[in-house]
């Protein structure tokens, strides 16, 4: 009974992840405690597990990174990557982007060209951030250090079998693997729509939110004699009156006092608001508009925003700023701006004061669109000194010459004293989400492990495949991770599925190595839907995609890389 209550718990955690009202963090935590009061995993196992070495090298490295993602290079590239030819430039970008990748943080490199891909007027951003994002995680999967995912199996690899991956041992799949589905990304990236900013149909569309003061001279008087029926590039969707919505909103509907009027618009036609008297836009008063300066922004996969609306937060004294539009992906957001529970991806249009830029949790919540506003980057020298460290510690660990923990830590301790970056920023920056998650997942995994529940999994799969071979069997245990990636975060399908293609691995009496590496490549096979990862929800509000334009993309590119995986890797790694 006791293997099937396990198994039955971890069903209940995948349910939770999968339906999105319980962050993984807690889940993952909650569940560790509970096989550790039920006896399934002893207190010196789990503290273990949060001390592993390689969890521990994940962690220093997303540290390093903080420092890396703030070269003036990533931003040299982002503004000559994309001269000459269309075509030409879509795959420069992509080319770069996955060289990058294998190397620096993904986030880091899609944030520090998406700011340059929104900004720009050449080429429409809607054909060119599907594929920087699809580029970052093909180039993620070519090294160890690429993605975190790589990190994260090799974690769970030097739990189970005690030897850590090679740094380049992703790579003899990984590269070819990244050569085959960027040709066919690049043929789909045509299929990509074509959003113009300039295309006077498709304006880039802003929720906005308005109260009318009770002394408003508006009050009182028609939608038309206020004149609210031609403004230019922006529209009077619907009204919010004590509590209930009127929409649509007719020519003769008479302003009430505390009306919330409901407008969709352009980002540079919110000023058109400054003329209408007792009109404040969500805490601005319309009429100094003019003066404030306008900022787009991102909400960030890390940001503390996530799940929160904006009257759950005193924004305006957390960032000297406030929120006079939403936007998300192409869909019109229903209801009062404040009252919108934020998601990541999502885009603000803030109107900032003069403060806003010494804000130091900026980095954390947000990614930059436009505006004047830019993050401070690293000097020409310090910039030379982290890139180079950086080369010189994964040279030196690829060499076996000093380990990846012990490099990183070096470095870590050099950038610190050079003051490129402080005690204050690692404090602010740390992945303690991602530590929790790992550190309790080993726990779970151990715990499936002492309770019979992964020896049960096994014999199920041995069951399912034996009349077919590990072949067979290999391809259930990427397919099953690919399942887990599409539908919760990589790193958590990571970890639910590599205790399962362990044990598959010893049920057929095969090397486990193919399977590893099934569940690292399984768990970056996430195209067909923006959500399961950072940064397609970084591009998906900036492109206005649809889910459609994800899946419309993301098939061909999945099945592409699925079939390039399962063909390749027993070849470099056999059974």
Known sequence: ???????????????????????????????????????????????????????????????????????????????????????????????????????????????????????????????????????????????????????????????????????????????????????????????????????????????????????????????????????????????????????????????????????????????????????????????????????????????????????????????SAGVVGIRRGEKRLEGQLGKIPLRVGDCLLLAVSADFRQHRNLDRNFHLLSGSFTRPQLRNRESLLSLGGFAAVIALATANVLPLFHGLLVLLGGLLLMKVISLAELRRRFPFELWLIIGSALAIAQALENSGAAGLLATGMQGLFSGYGVYAAFIGCYLLTLLLTETVTNNAAAALAFPIAWRTAHAFGADPLPFVMAVAYGASACFLIPFGYQTHLMVYSPGRYRITDFLKIGLPVSLTYSAAVLLITPLVFPF
């Open 1 to 319: 009974m006791i293997p099937w209550a396990v198994l039955f718990s971890i069903t209940i955690l995948l349910a939770l992840l999968i339906s999105g009202r319980v962050k993984p963090a807690i889940a993952f935590v909650t569940l560790a405690a509970i096989f550790l009061l039920l006896g399934f995993v002893d207190t010196a196992t789990l503290l273990t597990q949060y001390t592993n070495p390689a969890l521990a090298t994940l962690l220093l490295l997303l540290l390093v990174s903080l420092a890396l993602e703030r070269s003036p290079l990533l931003d040299w590239l982002s503004r000559h990557l994309l001269k000459g030819h269309p075509r030409l430039a879509t795959a420069r970008l992509m080319g770069i982007t996955a060289i990058l990748s294998a190397f620096l943080n993904n986030t880091a490199v899609v944030a520090a060209f998406l700011g340059a891909i929104s900004r720009q007027q050449r080429i429409a951003p809607s054909r060119l951030l599907i594929p920087l994002s699809y580029a970052s995680v093909l180039g993620g999967i070519t090294t160890l250090v690429g993605t975190s995912t790589n990190l994260v199996v090799n974690s769970f690899n030097l739990s189970a079998s005690g030897s850590e991956l090679g740094m380049f041992q992703f790579s003899l799949v990984g590269i070819p693997v990244a050569l085959i589905t960027l040709c066919v990304l690049m043929w789909r990236a045509n299929a990509l729509p074509h959003h113009q900013l300039e295309d006077t149909n498709e304006k880039l569309s802003y929720f906005l939110a308005a109260d009318l003061e009770p002394d408003s001279t508006m009050i009182g008087k028609t939608i038309e004699k206020n004149g609210l029926r031609s403004l230019e590039g922006l529209y009077l969707l619907e009204i919010e009156r004590h509590g209930r919505l009127i929409s649509p909103v007719a020519p003769d509907e008479q302003l009430q006092a505390y009306d919330t009027l409901v407008f969709t618009g352009e980002v540079g036609k919110v000023q058109a608001l400054q003329r209408f008297p007792g009109l404040h836009l969500f805490g601005h008063q319309a009429d100094n508009l003019l003066a404030t300066n306008l900022v787009e922004v991102v909400i960030s996969h890390e940001s503390e925003l996530s799940g929160k609306t904006l009257q759950d937060v005193d924004f305006r004294s957390m960032f």
